[in-house]
Each structure stands twice: as C-alpha cells, then as structure tokens.
C-alpha cells in the first residue's frame, strides 16, 4: 500500500528563519494534503496540492507528482507556527488518505 | 457554515464497557474518515464512507471497532469492549468527493483506564 515519509521528524528553528519539510510517498498520488495540528488542536488543512505550486501568505507548497515528492516551505518562521505538520496522500479518489508520521516544528524567539 | 462536529471531546471508560463517539460532518459532504491518532502511530485508518456506503475498514480494527453511517449527517463508532491500549485521541474527517479538501472535528480524547 501507499506508503509516506516525512522529513525532518522534528526542526527547531529561531524566529525569522526558513523551513523546509519534505514528503516523499511510495505511488502515484492523485489526492495530497497538508495539515497543520497545534498540540492538543485540531488538524487544519494547509494545502490541498496534487501537483503544481501553491502560495498561501509565508507557505509555499510544490508537488512534483513524477518524482513522488512534495515540499512545504515556510518563509519568515515565527513563533506561532510551532506545532506538527502532516502530509497526507491518496492514490486515488476512492482510496483513504494515508499519513506521514509528521514533522515537529518549534520556532524559538 | 458549521464544521465536523464531534462529541464527547473527553470519554473515561472503565476497561471492557461499551463506548460510543459521535461525529456531524460538513453538510453536503459525501466522504467520511474516523482516524485514531496516537504518538507512537500516528494517524491510522478505522473506517471510510462514501455516499453511507462503507468503502474501507481499517483491517486490524475490525474485531472490536465499529462505525456506522445512519445517514449522511450522522455518524457513530462503537468501541465494545474497551481496552486500556485503545486510549488515544478519535478524529472524524469529511470531504465533498475524493479530491477535495479533507476537514477535520476537533476529536474525542479517550481516556480507558
């Protein structure tokens, strides 16, 4: 079955600074999702970015689907995006969302 | 425009007693999710509706978990008998079809002691 890695498992980061978070799954990907979860909140959805690029505020998105990758790129990193971030992955459109383990952000002051 | 909606937030169940959660997804949507999340597993599959219709089951979780979909507004899933190691945090998901956005309730904390 449809597999997903993330990386980091976890990045402390001081305000101001640029993150990364990387997504590679194991199969063609026709549905992808990425989640934000504050600890102990809700999981909100970031992106829903099969393939492409997407923009939203200082959070970029870009999906390579040939390749199986996605990245989630956070600009001007600030306290309040501290928590885990989750991509999510379906290898068709009748098929579950399967989930990466997560990253763990902290943003230090 | 109401969100998936939840209850209880918390559940205290005695080990081997009957529990039942409970989720409203999004009005409209057609697809829905109960996930468990746990620190060790993360996020992990119980059950998948589409249109009421049971699309997949989480394999493992079959034997003592039970999700139903009584109509598309109104979902339940019955855990019988608890266990001490079924203590995690029960999350119910909706989309509209299967490549739409998925949106999140708030979760269940189950607490089995």
């Known amino acids: 079955g449809q597999q997903v890695q993330q990386s980091p498992a976890s990045l402390v980061l001081q305000e101001g600074e640029n993150a990364e978070l990387q997504c590679n799954f194991s199969?063609?990907?026709?549905?992808l999702q990425w989640f934000y979860q504050h600890p102990g909140g809700r999981l909100v959805s970031l992106f829903y970015?099969?393939?492409g690029t997407k923009h939203t505020g200082r959070l970029t998105s870009t999906t390579v689907t040939n390749e199986r990758r996605s990245s989630l790129h956070i600009s001007s990193s600030q306290t309040t995006d501290s928590g885990t971030y989750f991509c999510?992955?379906?290898?068709?459109?009748?098929?579950?969302?399967?989930f990466g383990q997560g990253t763990s952000l902290s943003v230090v002051p | 425009d109401a969100g998936v909606t939840q209850t209880p937030r918390h559940e205290v169940a005695e080990k081997g007693q009957t529990i039942i959660l409970k989720c409203e997804p999004v009005?409209?949507?057609?697809?829905l999710f109960w996930y468990r999340q746990t620190k060790i597993q993360g996020l992990e599959l119980l059950s998948y509706?589409?249109?009421?219709?049971?699309?997949?089951d989480g394999g493992a979780f079959k034997d003592r978990f039970k999700a139903e979909m009584l109509n598309s507004s109104f979902s339940t899933l019955k855990i019988q008998p608890t266990e001490p190691k079924d203590s995690a945090v029960y999350l119910c998901?909706?989309?509209?079809?299967?490549?739409?956005?998925?949106?999140f309730g708030s979760g269940t904390r189950l607490t089995v002691l």
């Open positions: 998901a909706s989309s509209f079809g299967g490549a739409e956005t998925l949106y």
């Open positions: 199969s063609t990907a026709t549905r």
């Open positions: 970015n099969p393939s």
């Open positions: 999510a992955i379906a290898s068709s459109s009748f098929s579950k969302l399967v």
């Open positions: 009005s409209g949507h057609n697809d």
């Open positions: 509706f589409r249109s009421k219709s049971l699309m997949e």
